[in-house]
């Protein structure tokens, strides 16, 4: 587990319960369509997806597609078929989907507003810490979300760690750039970090946390870290 790192209130098991769920509302209600109008299976099928991405908007999105697919198989004309023939069936679909896609967003939004709330200390905190292991080597990742969190929002949604890996194709960070807004942004992949003395055969991986994508974060801030971390090694 990352430092700090907040999981999701589900896992996979929510995502494989919810899409059984919608797979047995679907069949089960395929028998009796006739007597059943659309619009009934899809208000079915959308309170499911709406709790499940509330819960978990990665099992939000999987269970979106999930229900548009069950609802287009077992319900539109023609059935057992994924092709549509009925305009008004395909706005249905799409609207189930989008439901599902939207409250799936909404969540993860709040998600990571949420992460970002638990990571930031307080100045006095950063600096309480750092003192108490002044005359100690610390661990990269320790040393980094202790200086940083309280720096700047972005820079709490970044992982960092020490490699001598010299394959790694991965973006590098400049230290200098022709861009006056000072912001450097890390991809969701990660990016490298040189250290200002050559000799050293080590490099800084910075990468945002699952979940986050790519970070923006100020190009100042990352080398006060690189460089206050070099003198420790």
Same mark, same amino acid.
């Given at each position: +587990?990352?430092?700090? *790192? =907040?999981? @999701?209130?589900?896992?996979?098991?929510?995502?494989?319960? /919810?899409?059984?769920?919608l797979f047995v509302i679907c069949l089960a209600t395929s028998p009796v369509r006739a007597n059943m109008s659309l619009v009934n299976?899809?208000?079915?099928?959308?309170?499911?997806?709406?709790?499940?991405?509330?819960?978990? !908007? $990665?099992?939000?999105?999987?269970?979106?597609?999930? /229900?548009?697919?069950?609802?287009?198989?077992?319900?539109?004309?023609?059935?057992?078929?994924?092709?549509?023939? %009925?305009?008004?069936?395909? !706005? +249905?679909?799409?609207?189930?989907?989008?439901?599902?896609?939207?409250?799936?967003?909404?969540?993860?939004?709040? !998600?990571?507003?949420?992460?970002? /709330?638990? $990571? =930031?200390?307080?100045?006095?905190?950063?600096?309480?810490?750092?003192?108490?292991? %002044?005359?100690?080597? =610390?661990?990269?990742?320790?040393?980094?979300?202790?200086?940083? #969190?309280?720096?700047? *929002?972005? +820079?709490?949604?970044? #992982?960092?760690?020490?490699?001598? #890996?010299?394959?790694?194709?991965?973006?590098?960070? /400049?230290?200098?750039?022709?861009?006056?807004?000072?912001?450097?942004?890390?991809? *969701?992949?990660? %990016?490298?970090? *040189?250290? $200002?003395?050559?000799?050293?055969?080590?490099?800084?991986?910075?990468? @945002?946390? $699952?979940?986050?994508?790519?970070?923006?974060?100020?190009?100042?801030?990352?080398?006060?870290?690189? #460089?206050?971390?070099?003198?420790?090694?």
């Amino acid at each position: +587990m990352f430092y700090g *790192e =907040r999981r @999701p209130i589900a896992g996979w098991w929510l995502w494989l319960v /919810a899409s059984l769920s919608l797979f047995v509302i679907c069949l089960a209600t395929s028998p009796v369509r006739a007597n059943m109008s659309l619009v009934n299976t899809a208000l079915a099928l959308a309170c499911v997806t709406t709790v499940v991405a509330i819960l978990d !908007w $990665r099992s939000g999105v999987a269970n979106s597609i999930v /229900a548009a697919l069950s609802l287009n198989y077992f319900h539109t004309e023609p059935t057992h078929s994924l092709r549509i023939t %009925a305009a008004s069936d395909v !706005w +249905m679909v799409v609207l189930l989907s989008a439901l599902g896609l939207g409250v799936s967003a909404s969540t993860a939004f709040r !998600w990571r507003r949420s992460l970002v /709330a638990e $990571r =930031r200390l307080s100045a006095e905190q950063v600096n309480s810490r750092l003192l108490s292991d %002044a005359f100690g080597v =610390r661990q990269a990742d320790s040393l980094w979300h202790d200086s940083v #969190d309280a720096l700047a *929002e972005g +820079m709490s949604l970044i #992982d960092v760690r020490l490699t001598t #890996d010299a394959d790694i194709r991965l973006p590098r960070i /400049a230290r200098q750039s022709g861009d006056d807004s000072g912001l450097v942004l890390v991809p *969701e992949s990660g %990016a490298l970090v *040189e250290f $200002r003395n050559d000799r050293l055969k080590s490099r800084l991986i910075l990468t @945002p946390q $699952r979940g986050v994508g790519a970070v923006e974060v100020r190009r100042e801030v990352v080398f006060a870290f690189v #460089d206050a971390y070099e003198l420790t090694i």
